[in-house]
């Protein structure tokens, strides 16, 4: 098993995302305050995001961790209906103001990681 660098952090067990499906959400610190952000894999990728709605900001799951539209192609916000494309996190319709703040995954050997930058920390209890 490769070592891992100091910036990356565990999140999940690769088969706990399905495309399409449940997300997986955690606590980070983006510019000084604690967000909640998640993470989703979509036609075979993983891609994660601040879990901020560019239009309001709110968090735009509907239930917990259910970011998807029906057809799994959308991510939407539950409250005004913007929708993201999951492979960028850009405007694709409704009411957006810009993209989803995009958070950087790897994926070895069966875990899934997001990468820390300068403005975003693991949140530390």
């Not at 952090?9 to 997300?23: M, P």
């Not at 510019?31 to 979509?42: D, H, K, L, M, P």
């Not at 970011?67 to 939407?76: A, Q």
């Amino acid at each position: 098993m490769l070592p891992v660098e100091p910036d990356l952090h565990a999140l999940c067990n690769s088969r706990d995302l399905t495309d399409g499906g449940r997300a997986v959400s955690f606590d980070v610190v983006y510019a000084g305050q604690t967000c909640r952000a998640f993470a989703v894999r979509y036609r075979g990728r993983v891609h994660a995001y601040l879990n901020r709605c560019t239009h309001v900001a709110m968090e735009m799951d509907w239930q917990p961790d259910r970011f998807f539209d029906d057809s799994g192609e959308w991510l939407l916000c539950a409250s005004h209906g913007a929708a993201y494309r999951p492979d960028t996190g850009a405007c694709a319709g409704g009411p957006c103001r810009g993209g989803l703040f995009g958070i950087e995954t790897e994926e070895r050997d069966g875990v899934v990681y997001w990468r820390s930058q300068y403005h975003l920390k693991p949140f530390e209890f």
